[in-house]
């Protein structure tokens, strides 16, 4: 039986990425897709791509960051058809040494991060319990797994997420509500060509990432988890592999985490 097929799922982020896959292949599974994104125009260009091979979907342009706007839309997708799946996919990313941050930039991480997850679970929980089912997936990181020097904001907040989802799913396991936290490794996405690295070189820093899953098999990966509604989806193996060594061995992630910060001292960060 098709998981997704003739439900209804509200998608953040749907704009590019990860997101813009997650739509498609919804779609495609027979689902009507809300495409949320804050790019008007890139939310509606996915909308379209589905709409034009036959699918259903609608564009809606808020940002996440705005806890009523965020309420607003959930409710009014929930009065049109039920809310099967939220997606909190919507998110930023940087990277650099904790030292080089200011207090706006990590404000903005926050909410970005964080705040548009609690944002969106929180209205959709409320649906969902009334309903007596519903699925929520939280788009974390294998940076939510373990710590990762030169991504300090960016490991606390996707642990921030990581920790929301998993304490949730026992929460909301007997009120007819799953809980599902992805944590995808490195994807080609767009984001690779505009995220900041603070005091560093991003084309530098992006020659070091050696393997990257397409957005699409991504969200496959994503997707396919959802269907055996596992707690955490996390991918590709070859990107788990610090998590399983920090599980094992803290202090030997503590060694090559410092041999990671001074290879990005002297290779990539501009003392200027």
């Given at each position: ?110 909410d970005t991060d964080i705040m548009s997850v609690v944002y969106g679970t929180f209205s959709a929980y409320k649906i969902m ?144």
């Amino acid at each position: 039986m098709n998981a997704f097929k003739d439900k209804t799922a509200i998608v953040t982020g749907g704009a590019s990425g990860i997101g813009r896959e997650l739509c498609k292949e919804l779609a495609e599974a027979g689902a009507k897709v809300y495409v949320v994104d804050i790019n008007a125009e890139g939310a509606k260009n996915t909308a379209s791509i589905i709409t034009n091979e036959g699918g259903k979907a609608e564009s809606i342009a808020i940002d996440m960051r705005d806890p009523d706007a965020v309420e607003k839309m959930v409710n009014s997708v929930a009065s049109k058809d039920s809310l099967d799946y939220m997606f909190n996919n919507a998110g930023m990313i940087m990277f650099g040494e904790f030292r080089d941050m200011n207090y706006d930039q990590w404000r903005n991480f926050v909410d970005t991060d964080i705040m548009s997850v609690v944002y969106g679970t929180f209205s959709a929980y409320k649906i969902m319990i009334n309903q007596g089912y519903g699925h929520i997936v939280n788009t974390s990181s294998v940076f939510g797994l373990f710590p990762f020097s030169l991504g300090t904001a960016y490991t606390a907040v996707k642990h921030a997420v990581t920790g929301l989802s998993l304490a949730l799913r026992p929460e909301a396991h007997d009120l007819g509500v799953k809980i599902t936290v992805a944590c995808p490794g490195t994807v080609d996405t767009e984001v690779r060509n505009t995220y900041t690295v603070l005091k560093g070189d991003r084309n530098a820093f992006n020659s070091y990432i050696l393997k990257q899953l397409t957005p699409n098999k991504a969200a496959c990966a994503i997707l396919n988890g959802v269907r055996k509604n596992k707690g955490i989806i996390a991918f590709p193996w070859y990107d788990l592999i610090p998590w399983w060594l920090y599980r094992i061995s803290p202090a030997l992630n503590f060694w090559w985490q410092r041999k990671l910060v001074n290879m990005f001292r002297r290779k990539i960060r501009s003392n200027e």
